[in-house]
């Protein structure tokens, strides 16, 4: 069983910073790209960036140069580093890792509960 456990989210004033993380446990073989979605109220969930194995990245082109995700492969942990934060930036944060159980298995993708996050204007 995998669980995926968010952290980081809150209530933040317009400009402001907030770091998310995310940590994957259970019976894991090997991680392969981790990322962060949003969904805001009454619209479709999108992502906010992806990172790879080795690293590679990609972000929405509204985060880039505000956002910085990494990871902690030793940790199976992924963070999102949110600066210069927006009313607009205002949802749920969802983590997502595509990850295989064992060596035979497939990868399956996981989602994490969701964290708040809330810029005020």
């Known amino acids: 069983q995998v669980q995926l456990v968010e952290s980081g989210g809150g209530l933040v004033q317009a400009g402001g910073s907030l770091r998310l993380s995310c940590a994957a446990s259970?019976?894991?073989?090997?991680?392969?790209?981790m990322g962060w979605y949003r969904q805001a109220p009454g619209k479709q969930r999108e992502l906010v960036a992806r990172?790879?194995?080795?690293?590679?990245?990609n972000y929405a082109d509204s985060e880039k140069g505000r956002f910085t995700i990494s990871r902690d492969n030793a940790k199976n942990t992924v963070y999102l580093q949110m600066n210069s934060l927006k009313p607009e930036d205002t949802a749920v944060y969802y983590c997502?890792?595509?990850?295989?159980?064992?060596?035979?298995?497939?990868?399956?993708?996981?989602w994490g509960p969701g964290t708040q996050v809330t810029v005020s204007s």
């Open positions: 997502n890792v595509d990850l295989a159980l064992t060596y035979y298995s497939g990868r399956t993708t996981y």
């Open positions: 259970g019976s894991i073989f090997s991680i392969n790209a």
């Open positions: 990172i790879t194995s080795d690293g590679r990245t």
